[in-house]
């Protein structure tokens, strides 16, 4: 199973940018695909995460609003389109693949909860 980020880079505030997250080596009918961030110095937090199989989304707290997940059947890939960036937005974004649904905010940002992990794309948001 792989999942590969890619879309991160250098914006200004108030610019928008999509990340990408391919997904392969395994049936993602059978999962849920997320987002997270880890900013310098704090702890990984989640964005968003997304059902493959009907396409429920959940968002982290505070994270709905300028952040949107959705997926390509086809592509098989996820999306993570962020708007109005602010500095504090910058951070290293992550997507996680796992079998379950979580089926709170809470359960959905327990890192250990998720099985698989991409490398990460850095995201600057320069003021």
């Known amino acids: 199973v792989q999942l590969q980020a890619s879309g991160g880079g250098l914006v200004q505030a108030g610019d928008s940018l999509r990340l990408s997250c391919a997904v392969s080596g395994y049936t993602l009918s059978r999962y849920t695909v997320g987002w997270f961030r880890q900013a310098p110095g704090k702890e990984r937090e989640v964005v968003a995460a997304i059902k493959w199989s009907d396409g429920r989304t959940l968002y982290g707290d505070s994270m709905e609003g300028r952040f949107t997940i959705s997926r390509d059947n086809v592509l098989n890939t996820v999306y993570l389109k962020m708007d109005s960036l602010k500095p504090e937005d910058t951070a290293i974004y992550y997507c996680?693949?796992?079998?379950?649904?979580?089926?709170?905010?809470?359960?959905?940002?327990?890192?250990?909860?998720?099985?698989?992990w991409g490398q990460g794309t850095l995201v600057t948001v320069s003021s």
């Open positions: 996680a693949g796992d079998t379950a649904w979580k089926n709170s905010a809470h359960l959905m940002g327990v890192t250990g909860l998720w099985e698989f």
